[in-house]
């Protein structure tokens, strides 16, 4: 494509040493950039690819978009008020628009969205349609495909338009249902991505190292269903604090359901009940009502398949395909999954207050009587530390006996971030909170800490097989560690 082409809709400040040359790619990082690519210099928080337009020019970059003009260039330099924001106009353009030949349905929120990614997945695939699927994990392309790469929850804006593009003309799949996170809104990664449907699970605390306020986190995810619009439908969890918030930003000709458990909601769960086996409850519609036995378990698990079927109803999917889908599954990988049976060890990715209050309340209606609820966990570094006392307060309320660890402590030290836990516990008795910043040796002492009649939930990493260290990242997987723990026990 020429760069005149490129930019032909793309708002500018100004163009210098402008020529008519050909764009063969997009990068961002002066390390691969190819020859024929645009180098887009993005300004972040530690780094300004404008310092690095040159070793791009030397590498082939063929044109640049810049922020402010560049000295001593020869290449064309297309000036715009924002790279960060503007990459995605141009990635959408080069890979031409994937997304207006595709029926994609964004979910955001705070927890949930990984699972509900492949709720949805398994109903359509029910339905004999083909279904691609993009988030935390990577992206693949069915739910018994391998997962690929992604380097964040929602990819940069030409990695995603490339594989958009990819999942339409190669694989010939016309669905897609994708994770879309506040940053990538924010930060426009999924600028050009025409949405038909937005699903929302909750909003609560993480993410305020970046967003600083409640009101921004919000504002960040209402960008999804501010964009959307007719014909086009939003499912919205009417129970969550934000709900009338998020309703409010939905257009006025855009469908709108809710679901719920305590509120009244168009699609709702009642008589919940929990065992060592799933969640059942009983499935109340306008017009109708369903049993519904999950292999899943927990409140939160019955929130996701509520956004699942929810989803369905709003594409005209049979609800009895979608709940034969739902009944199915056993799961996500790292989400409220069982390592071990005797003690009950589940390894879940809870990171933030919200989520570890969830999902210790869901192991603790699965604890046996005369069973203690054991709970291992850390905090993240360089993130939000506000979370850090709220969830040491959390779990020394829910569970009776905690491990605190570190998580992926990052640059910083893992002992303040321990410190930081501490504070909201109200008493360190030393019956019943351990500390240990080594996440392996935290694990290992649950042999001597735990009987068979316990149930234990290893929070905060779930499906990550690695842990971020001050200078190196090495491999940690919360399962295996787990397994080796318990290895020869009943499982």
Same mark, same amino acid.
């Given at each position: ?100 030949g ?33 988030? *935390?994990? $990577?992206? =693949? ?7 690929? %790469?992604? !380097?964040?929850?929602?990819?940069? &804006? ?42 929302l ?20 995810k ?35 359901? *809710?679901? $719920?458990? =305590?509120n ?6 009642? %008589?919940? !009940?929990?065992?060592?086996?799933? &969640? ?14 999950l ?7 019955v ?138 040796e935290?694990?290992?002492?649950l ?23 001050k ?21």
């Open positions: 494509m020429r760069l005149d082409e490129l930019i032909e809709y793309l708002k500018y400040d100004d163009l210098i040493n402008f020529k008519r040359v050909e764009i063969t790619g997009i990068s961002y990082n002066s390390k691969t950039t190819k020859k024929g690519d645009i180098f887009i210099c993005l300004v972040g928080e530690h780094t300004d690819g404008h310092e690095y337009a040159q070793m791009a020019i030397d590498n082939g970059a063929a044109a640049l978009l810049v922020e402010r003009p560049l000295e001593g260039i020869s290449v064309p330099q297309v000036q715009v008020d924002s790279t960060r924001h503007k990459i995605a106009d141009i990635a959408d353009r080069f890979y031409s628009r994937p997304s207006l595709l029926n994609l349905i964004g979910i955001t929120g705070t927890n949930g969205k990984t699972t509900v990614t492949h709720l949805i997945q398994k109903i359509f695939e029910e339905n004999n349609e083909k279904c691609a699927l993009i988030g *935390t994990l $990577g992206y =693949k392309l069915s739910s018994t495909g391998e997962y690929r %790469d992604a !380097k964040h929850t929602t990819p940069q &804006a030409p990695e995603l338009q490339a594989t958009l593009r990819m999942i339409k003309d190669v694989e010939k799949i016309d669905n897609v249902v994708m994770e879309v996170s506040s940053h990538s809104l924010e930060q426009n990664r999924v600028g050009g991505c025409r949405y038909n449907g937005a699903i699970t909750n909003l609560t605390q993480d993410h305020l190292d970046y967003h600083i306020t409640m009101e921004n986190y919000f504002k960040a209402a960008l999804l269903f501010e964009r959307l619009t007719e014909n086009d439908f939003a499912v919205i969890n009417s129970d969550d604090e934000y709900a009338q918030k998020f309703m409010d930003a939905v257009p006025e000709d855009v469908r709108t359901y *809710t679901y $719920g458990v =305590k009244d909601a168009d699609v709702m769960a009642k %008589d919940i !009940k929990f065992s060592l086996n799933g &969640a059942e409850f009983k499935l109340v519609l306008k017009d109708a009502e369903y049993d519904v036995n292999h899943m378990n927990g409140m939160f698990s929130y996701n398949v509520l956004a699942a079927i929810t989803s369905a109803i709003a594409m005209n999917i049979d609800i009895k395909i979608a709940l034969k889908a739902l009944q199915n599954v056993h799961g996500v990988a790292g989400r409220f999954e069982v390592v071990n049976k005797k003690p009950l060890v589940i390894v879940d990715y809870a990171h933030t207050p919200d989520g570890l209050e969830n999902v210790l309340k869901s192991a603790r209606e699965i604890t046996p009587e005369g069973g203690k609820l054991i709970c291992v966990f850390g905090c993240g570094g360089d993130r939000d530390a506000t979370k850090r006392p709220k969830m040491g307060a959390i779990a020394q309320k829910l569970a009776d006996k905690i491990v605190i660890t570190s998580d992926n402590p990052r640059s910083e030290d893992p002992q303040q971030i321990i410190t930081d836990i501490i504070a909201g516990l109200q008493s360190v008795d030393p019956d019943k909170v351990t500390v240990e910043p080594d996440r392996g935290a694990i290992a002492l042999k001597s800490i735990s009987d068979n009649n316990d149930v234990v939930v290893i929070a905060g990493k779930g499906h990550e097989d690695y842990q971020i260290l200078d190196k990242t090495i491999h940690f997987d919360d399962r295996e560690q787990a397994r080796k723990v318990f290895a020869g026990s009943v499982i």
